[in-house]
């Protein structure tokens, strides 16, 4: 007995030194200390010695016990380093690899030039007022002096939707409501998007409109076109020349579209303007006074001037952008350059 503890010992120390795997540990841990392991046999014989030997073999079995336990244990500990070290290398950090840079978003470009528009007239005194996209025939229309037979009422022209309502075509109906609203004096710009059957090199249907609509005592045309200079120059450079050409718009009288000299070309003529040095970029006109009954302003007390812009056109003008349907296909490539 004494010889098979010694074997055992031996053989149970050499087999620890090729372990490798806890679970290998495991399983060499049941065939030496398990329920029917190889040194529990051995403590089990113990009964059957006799009462010379027992306390020598006893010895010796507690000491082999002894032996192999802590064995184990700084195999077990060995195991479990080698573990946490593998783990650690696997999780590890290149710290000396360039980082990541974060993409950062940015305003659309039909944005970055409304937020222009917006602080050309706010630091002229315009509140910024805006409006619903859905409106009734009310206020798009017949407020705004727009009779059933214009040809903006087309269905052509417009998303009618039912019960009288239709995307709006222009945020013109905002000054209806805001005169509503509101005892004159009144300077306000209307951003906003609107909506039209329209699809082509220079319309899409939605777009961006920036009504403009003052209201006074005595508000002149010359101010109008104040206004509007000032604004063209802020927005396309300082030796901008203007031109105002009489037009027909059912809620002014008169009424005018009014022409910036090219930036392309500064008035020269080229292919952008078409070779006349000239392009428009709103309509505006002195407030009809039938727009003022409808909002029970009396007319003879007030006069008004109004203007609307659509924000692509400008935009497009700015950025020279021959089809303004880009700006709507969210192509990064092309979004990424400004
Ligand atoms: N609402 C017009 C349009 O849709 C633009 C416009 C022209 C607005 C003249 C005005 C104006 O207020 O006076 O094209």
Redesign the pocket.
């Known amino acids: 007995m004494k010889a098979e503890l010694e074997a055992i010992k031996t053989e149970a120390l050499q087999a620890l030194k090729g372990v490798e795997t806890l679970d290998a540990l495991e399983s060499l841990r049941i065939t030496y200390f398990g329920r029917r392991g190889k040194l529990t046999d051995v403590m089990k014989g113990m009964g059957k010695l006799s009462k010379e030997e027992r306390p020598e073999i006893g010895k010796l079995a507690n000491e082999v016990r002894a032996t192999l336990t802590e064995a184990f244990d700084s195999v077990t500990e060995r195991l479990h380093r080698q573990q946490r070290e593998q783990q650690l290398a696997a999780e590890s950090v290149d710290i000396t690899l360039p980082g990541r840079k974060p993409t950062y978003g940015k305003a659309h470009p039909v944005m970055q030039i409304l937020e222009r528009i917006e602080v050309v007239f706010r630091q002229m005194g315009f509140d910024v007022v805006i409006g619903p996209d859905v409106e009734t025939e009310y206020y798009n229309f017949d407020a705004?002096n727009t009779p059933a037979d214009h040809p903006?009422r087309d269905l052509h022209d417009t998303f009618y939707l039912t019960d009288g309502h239709l995307l709006r075509?222009?945020?013109?109906p905002v000054?209806i409501r805001a005169m509503e609203n509101q005892k004159p004096p009144l300077r306000i710009i209307v951003p906003g998007k609107?909506y039209r059957v329209d699809y082509d090199v220079s319309h899409t249907p939605m777009f961006h409109?920036v009504?403009?609509?003052l209201v006074d005592k005595r508000a002149t045309f010359s101010e109008l076109k104040g206004v509007l200079t000032s604004f063209a120059r802020q927005m396309f450079g300082d030796q901008t020349q203007m031109r105002f050409r009489p037009?027909f718009?059912p809620?002014?009288e008169p009424?005018?579209?009014v022409d910036i000299s090219c930036a392309v070309c500064q008035g020269k003529g080229c292919r952008s303007c078409g070779g006349t040095g000239w392009v428009e970029i709103?309509?505006?006109?002195?407030?009809d006074p039938a727009v003022f009954e409808a909002v029970n302003y009396d007319p003879d007390e007030v006069t008004g001037?109004?203007?609307?812009?659509?924000v692509e056109r400008i935009a497009s003008l700015l950025f020279r952008i021959p089809d303004i349907r880009i700006f709507y296909e969210n192509d990064l490539r092309f979004l990424r350059q400004f």
């Open positions: 705004l903006a075509t222009h945020t013109s000054q609107c409109h009504e403009g609509l037009h718009f809620f002014t009424s005018a579209e709103l309509g505006a006109g002195a407030v001037f109004a203007f609307g812009m659509g």
